[in-house]
């Protein structure tokens, strides 16, 4: 079964910088609109950034100016730049496929101070 899978997380200092990836598990499903997510333990969903399938975005203003999301359609990838983190920044992050619903496992980000 297709699913979305996650990858790039991990530990940065305050200022640091990550990028995550979101890809299809299988080839032949082909990413449309896809919007990251993060959630921090006992607050709600909140979605980060989308991107439609001709590369508009949108940003959350918590992250306008540090944030970039890109896609590459010959990957069939969706990437999530991150720059200048911050403590509040830490979550776990997912991407969904907005056509389908189809949510990844995540991937956690942790900035410390």
């Known amino acids: 079964q297709v699913h979305l899978v996650e990858s790039g997380g991990g530990l940065v200092q305050t200022g640091g910088s990550l990028r995550l990836s979101c890809a299809a598990s299988e080839a032949g499903f082909t990413l449309n609109a896809v919007g990251w997510y993060r959630q921090a333990p006992g607050e709600e969903r909140e979605l980060v950034a989308a991107i439609t399938g001709f590369g508009s975005p949108y940003y959350a203003d918590s992250v306008k100016g540090r944030f970039t999301i890109s896609r590459d359609n010959g990957k069939n990838t969706i990437y999530l730049q991150m720059n200048s983190l911050k403590p509040d920044d830490t979550a776990m992050y997912y991407c969904?496929?907005?056509?389908?619903?189809?949510w990844g496992q995540g991937t956690q980000v942790t900035v410390s101070s």
């Open positions: 969904v496929d907005s056509d389908t619903q189809m």
